[in-house]
């Protein structure tokens, strides 16, 4: 496969920087992700190290933030000039409530806003780098929801951790499949993922420590698989789980539901080319 331009969002940890490694190992130019400067020199210098490639780039952003998502778009599109591939990696899972910027719940700011306002920002760029894919990782998780409670988001009063990431999971598995649809002939596809039970900061956070997952480089195979294999390429608006191409929860394939956290997500991060049906008349 040629040399593509990808973007692994929180890439300084867990399965993001497995992927990272494997994808720089495949000979790709890789943009790490990180929001501590620090960590994320030294996570490059690593990686630089373990797989002899100097097309390894780092790039600094908190998720929390929105105007830091928007900053981190600007940076990338102001030093590269295409983007094959936009892996929406970061995740947080947050034992207790903290609340990001403009009173949203930390968990759904990240998992979920974040992740819709970057593709948001970055898509003329990949539509400009066409065939490119964004590749968002999801969960399981999100099976566990039956219903949910639209008052209750974004500030989530009434929190329970788990409920909370599998909603902000849901979320993204839904506009996944809605952005599908105007992706349509652009040449730019959209595919959502569970990578797997995986051994991460983030699982230890659920089940407070221990050592109950599989290896990152498992994830890691996954994220691999989707951001570069000619089969997934021809994929769009799907949902893959662990090993195959398969059907997200009755909830998350909900057209209405679909709507309701593409409208969500426009308003709250000010998507105006989404906010607005027009600007992808047909």
């Known amino acids: ?54 097309r390894l780039d780092l790039f600094i952003a908190d998720f929390s933030v929105q105007e830091q998502v928007r900053g981190l778009a600007e940076e990338i599109g102001e030093t590269y000039d295409r983007l094959d591939v936009l892996v929406n990696n970061a995740g947080v899972f947050m034992p207790e409530r903290e609340v990001a910027p403009g009173g949203i719940e930390m968990t759904f700011a990240v998992n979920f806003l974040a992740q819709v306002l970057l593709t948001h920002e970055l898509l003329p760029l990949l539509e400009r780098s066409a065939p490119a894919r964004i590749v968002n990782v999801a969960s399981i998780a999100h099976r566990s929801v039956g219903s949910i409670e639209w008052g209750n988001l974004p500030g989530f009063s009434r929190y329970e951790p788990y409920e909370a990431y599998a ?19 652009t040449g730019v596809t959209a595919n959502s993922l569970h990578p797997g039970v995986i051994d991460t900061k983030l699982l230890r956070a659920y089940i407070h420590g221990g050592n109950e997952g599989a290896p990152p480089e498992q994830g890691a195979e996954v994220e691999t698989y989707l951001a570069t294999s000619p089969e997934a390429g ?29 409208e969500m997500g426009s308003g709250l991060t000010g998507a105006v080319r989404w906010a607005d049906p027009k600007a992808y008349a047909r």
Not at 4 to 27: E, F, N, P, Y
Not at 167 to 183: D, N, Q, Y
Not at 247 to 262: G, I, K, T, Y
């Open 1 to 54: 496969m040629a040399e593509q331009t990808i973007l692994v969002t929180g890439s300084t940890d867990g399965i993001g920087k497995a992927t990272a490694h494997a994808l720089s190992r495949q000979g790709h130019r890789v943009l790490l992700h990180g929001r501590d400067s620090g960590k994320g020199r030294k996570v490059l210098a690593e990686l630089e190290a373990a797989t002899g490639s100097d």
């Open 167 to 185: 909603i902000s999971k849901v979320g993204l598995i839904a506009f996944t499949a809605r952005l599908a649809r105007p992706l349509e002939g």
């Open 234 to 262: 021809t994929v769009n608006g799907g949902y893959f789980e662990e090993t195959r191409w398969t059907q997200p929860s009755s909830l998350a394939a909900d057209p209405e539901v679909q709507e309701r956290f593409w």
